[in-house]
């Protein structure tokens, strides 16, 4: 039995956040466990609140699992504020299992999921341990402070974001234009694309954190780290594509796309 851990925030709507890391592990064949983070207030339509839970909880429960059930992979998500960071970073450092990095920061929304003075919590002690980062464009944005508006911008991001601390970047590129979304990957001194159809739809919720999901669940079978994205852009344009429409907002993928 393949295992792998989320340490992110709760969605009660079920389209982001741990609930749809959970659904999305259990899709890949991999058993999932689940370290909370914060607490949201959200559905479709908005998010309304958000509160984080003391470090020190967090902490403990990180330290649960991994001394009883070792992930065979990792993925963070929300993580709220510099205290929690601080926390997951000192918890998983032993650890030797792959972590992926999902940077949440907005929701779909709009809504700041991590405190502005958080980010340095980040790169410093988080970046260094991470196996892949897998900004969007706007999270890249806000973590090197300048615009990311082209592909060639996207590549820039994912060197210089490497030189941070991160083994791998991943930087997504469904916010740019173009008739393909395209992400980029530098790893081990290698750009390499991702390519795939752009899926017109409004139901994206949760995209972010579903697609890292999918990737630790690659890496927790085993699969090399390019062949795990490549897995999880295509599984991902599929439930883009057959979004059950739930919701009267911005509504999730399709966490039963095949």
Known sequence: MHTALTI??????GGAGLQADLKTFHQHG????????LITVQNTKSVTRVDVLDAE?????????????PPNAIKTGALGNAAVINAVADALRGSKAPLVVDPVMISKHGHALLAADAQSALINKLLPITTL???NTHEARALLGRE?????????AARELVSRGPKAVLVKGGHLDGAEAIDVLFAAGQLT?????RIETKHTHGTGCTYASAIAAGLALGKPLAEAIAAAKNWLTSALRTAPGLGAGIGPVNHLAR
Do not use: C, K
């Open 193 to 197: 694309h991702f390519r795939a159809p």
């Open 30 to 37: 991999v058993y999932g466990m689940a370290v909370v983070t």
């Open 8 to 13: 992110a925030g709760s969605d009660p709507s």
């Open 57 to 69: 909880l967090v902490r403990q429960q990180v330290e649960a699992v991994l001394t009883d059930i």
């Open 148 to 156: 990311i508006n082209t592909l060639e911008h996207a590549e820039a």
């Open 133 to 135: 980062l897998t900004p």
